[in-house]
Each structure stands twice: as C-alpha cells, then as structure tokens.
C-alpha cells in the first residue's frame, strides 16, 4: 500500500499531539504532588470520579473539559498561548 506525503505528515502531527499531552499530564501529577494533592480531593473539587485521574496514570489520555477543570481544582489553568 502506498501512502502520500501528507499522509505521512499527518502520522507525524498526531505523534506530535499525542507526546504533548502526556507532557501535559505528567505535569498534572508532578503538580500534585509537589502541593502533596490528594487525587481524590482533586477529583471531588473537579466533579471528576477519582477513578478518571487514576486512569490517566495508565496512558488514558483525559479529555479537555475534564482535565480543564481538575487543573482549576488545584488552582492552575489550562492556557492557549502562541509559540
């Protein structure tokens, strides 16, 4: 099977994607326990089962919204900001 290079590229933008958001997340859990952050309290501030941020420690990749609001729960944002 043959493929184009804009096939290619793409694989690429997603492999890219996909390392940013484990960075991300791993951030997330460097940050909590810095400020020592019980996961449960964290997911109760969020109104987040703790079981979801748990999961992100498996390689479960959280979606926006909820990562959003567990980072707001432990005082932090989630920001768009240019390179």
Not at 4 to 9: H, M, T, Y
Not at 29 to 43: C, G, P, R, V
Not at 55 to 82: D, H
Request: aromatic share 14%; hydrophobic share 35%.
């Amino acid at each position: 099977m043959f493929s184009s290079p804009s096939e290619g590229r793409g694989h690429r933008f997603k492999s890219c994607r996909v390392r940013q958001s484990f960075q991300r997340l791993r951030k997330f859990f460097e940050l909590a326990k810095e400020h020592e952050l019980d996961y449960s309290n964290i997911a109760y501030k969020a109104g987040v089962s703790s079981e979801t941020i748990y999961r992100w420690q498996k390689s479960n990749v959280p979606n926006l919204v909820t990562f959003s609001a567990c980072l707001e729960a432990m005082g932090y944002e989630l920001t768009i900001k240019n390179r």
